[in-house]
């Protein structure tokens, strides 16, 4: 049906119960190496407010999803502060019907051609006065 999500990951409650398993020590970093990849590269990786990490086609379609567990949702945010929304979060409590058809606000928006022009922009300035980057070396 045009417009659902469509998922490439295990589909049977036991295959997802073992995967879930399977991450639960592993470092976000290499939870992402595992995900399935978006078709033709034009994907993004969000963290969901309900602690899911989720990697989404050019349409915003769930090619992958991953439940993390609290310290894994910490290491996402590395150094920056953790929103306060994600201080309760755990994705391990998610449903995977849920997991693959996340709620509105856990889906990335679509960056229009204006915003695209806008952002480019921006950082054509900041290269302009020397600056290299505005995000720590990390």
Partial sequence: MAGEPRLQSPTTPQAVTDRQRMIENMSVYDILGS???????QGIDALGYDGVLRR???ERNVVDAVGLNPAQIREYYDE???PPRFLTADGR???HWDMLHPAAENVP???SEEDKARILAHNEELARRGVLSCVSSK
């Fill in 80 to 82: 920056l502060p953790l």
């Fill in 109 to 111: 928006k679509k960056i």
């Fill in 93 to 95: 409590n998610i449903s």
């Fill in 35 to 41: 995900m399935k990849k978006a078709p033709a590269g």
């Fill in 56 to 58: 989404f086609d050019g």
